[in-house]
């Protein structure tokens, strides 16, 4: 076709076209080289809000790892690196992370109550099931050191498949059906914790089984007649 | 450089953390890397992501060199083989590759400069203080990796060692717990005990016939005699085939000439000399003579090479000109030399350079042994290395005239070899040459029991070898009445001696729960008794089977608790627990309580980090290819 057309004509068409289209074109290039440097920003501000956390991060392990020597102002400090980071950076598994050393510090200083936020913190996050799992055992723990043990019961109770968690979760019912003086079912909870400890938990068995010995067995008995009466 | 890391981490977070870790904590003697890097055979597949071969070997390896570096030389080459390391350290890939795709999924990140700084700071990679890029690039191409492929697994060791402190450091336990704990774990006990021994009752017991048969049929599924085999096997023994050979006198005087004659090229010579270059006119003859009249008159030999000597790189050195083992010098030189004295002077002696007066100044090396010192050990030298020519001939002929054989004494004969038997045996093995493993699963073998075949040659040893046949099977079978019979009165005999015990034992009880002391009780049947207080768990003093039952007992509620019970060695024991005494967390000292709370602890943490690692396996999707 081109072949019949003069130049001026082929001018003439091209002209036309761009008037139709030009505005479109440049628009289109225009997008994607915004979109190109767009997600070029956007991966390295993500990169550089990663690298961030993890300097703040290593900056809270680090202040943390002698936890028992751990002065009043440090754990000031060390809670507010805490804090940013689960404010700035809930999404990274950082501030996870960050909320489990914290509380670990807290109950080491006698602090439960500041335990207990930062754990209660994780169970509300939409975080993987093993680390909510472990957040969950842990809050109930607290709330066993807290005398709270109808709290204690009903954490552990919203996990509804403890999976290899089973042990410890049983070990912990356990503590907290026998502090509200259920030895019966502490005791099945006990024997169910030994039946159910990975190999990797081998070194817990005696504790458990001394927890197990201690509940007597005229106690059980009586507590039984007490609880059909 | 992960030192610094690992300094970081405390007990058991840090045996996790390390068992992890793929990046070699120590570079230093690995010379190079035995396995096929490029080998992509993928081994298994954990949540779409491929671990290969490649990957598998060196873990393998480090963990290998990380045993060896905490063992040292007593670790058994079998403990660490790579078939013994594969599963666990597989098992460690596939936890790692799970936590690094979580650590990954998880936004987790290292800067830059954090790697870079870890890198410049490693003494690994320093020459004289300072980092040094080629040792740092030779270090890692010998383990295998790129610059960049290191700098990425060292990240992800970080992200890592993060990740599972976060979890496993976190590990806490209230007052609460602690307080429980120690009253049980420290709690103390009073109790009286008496042992009536079982010995005694035992030797009063009559097995009548009747019973013994009537408790054969009952238990008789128990005595069952396992499958059994019985063999025929030829073996070869490097040390019998040594022990057999007779090396001929005349070999071993050719063998010592040899070794005398290297012996010899070890020994050094120091040598001088007086260089005279020959002249036409016959003046150096006269020269020559001039020197040998002046030695003989006793001038010094070094004097006089500096007078006459026409070799100037000698002359200033009084003619010295090293030592020798026998090859530096001219062959005539060196024929001279050896046949000198030490200080004796040779007659001249003629080579390219001119004529030599030479002079054995000293000489280095001992004398050589003689033959009758050193006959032993050249026989014993001798007789194994024919003894292993022998061993390699007669395995290799072994293999051939076993191979379709019927039997292995025709074999023998053409062997010279001894057929031996052993057995029968099950597969648990037997005495002697059935102890091996190696045997045994040879022998219970499809091809050796199932077709019939003789075994192929088995390498028990570096120095043993054997072939193995099957002779006799025994099926399993319920052994008779009479083969059993010791064995079910015996039984029965001390099963009859604790019913006994325990009914005798059952009545000293009831007196005892009845407010008899036990002291009276034990004084008036001749028992001995003991009286134990404030007693731990742990308590040495009081065999653990006792203490194991005293701890499990109610606490008395008022007066005291009794209870009898059989030991495991069959005597029986009545205890009379007094009292009970919880421990008290308040009352420990500071260093226990320290020590308590941190065990306590640690094994929170880890009890919770073993679960998340297992309950993020059991999620995961992980397939073995």
Redesign the interface.
Known sequence: MAEHLTEEEQLETLKRWWADNGRSVVAGIALAVLGYFGWQFWQSE??E???A???L??QL??SL?DA?NLSADQLTAAQSIAEELKEDYS????A???A??M??AA??Q?D?EL?EQHLRWIVEQNT????S??AR??LA??L??Q?DYEQGMSVLAQAQET???A??YAELRG?LLLAQNQPAQAQAAYQSALEQL?P??N??RD?IQ??L??I????VAQADEAQAQ | MLQSLRDNLKGAVAVIIVGLMVVPLVLFGVDSLFVNRNNTQQVVEVNGEAITEAELQRAIFFRQNQMRAQFGDNLPEQFISEENLREPVLDSLITRRLLTQQVREGGMAVPESQINEMLLNAPEFQTDGQFDPDLFRQRLLSVGYTPSSYRQQLAQDILLSQHVTGLSASGFVTEQELKRTAALSQQKRDFYYMTIPLAPVLEGIQVDQERAQAYYEEHKSEFRNPEQVTIEYLEVNMDEIAKNIDIPEEQLREQYAQEVAAFEADVQRRAAHILIEPTDDGSAQATLQEIQKRLAAGEDFAELAREYSEDFGSREMGGDLGVTTGETFPEEFEEALAQLEVGEVSEPVKTDAGWHLIKLVNVEGAEPPSFEEDRARIASAMKRAEAEDRFIEVTQQMADVTYNAQNLQEAAETLGLERKVAGPFSRDGGLGIASNPQVVESAFSDEVLGQGYTSPVLELGPNHAMVLRVTDHQEPRTLSFEEVKTEVERTLKREMAIEKLQEMGKQFEQEVAAGKPIEEVAKANDYEWQVSLDTQRTSPQVDRAVLRQVFALPRPEQGSVTEGFTTPTGDYVVVNLTEVTDGNFAEMSEEEKQNLRQRLAGMAGNMSYSAYEAQLKQTADIEKL
């Open positions: 993500q990169q809000r990663r690298e956390a993890s300097i991060y290593q392990s680090e790892a028992q999404g990274l598994l950082y996870a992370d960050a489990l050393l509380a670990g109950v080491q006698g439960l335990a993987s099931e093993e680390m799992l472990l055992l842990r723990q607290v066993y050191g005398e999976g290899a968690y042990a410890a503590d990975l990797e938990q070194a817990r504790i001394m927890k010995d201690d007597q067995v005229q106690n």
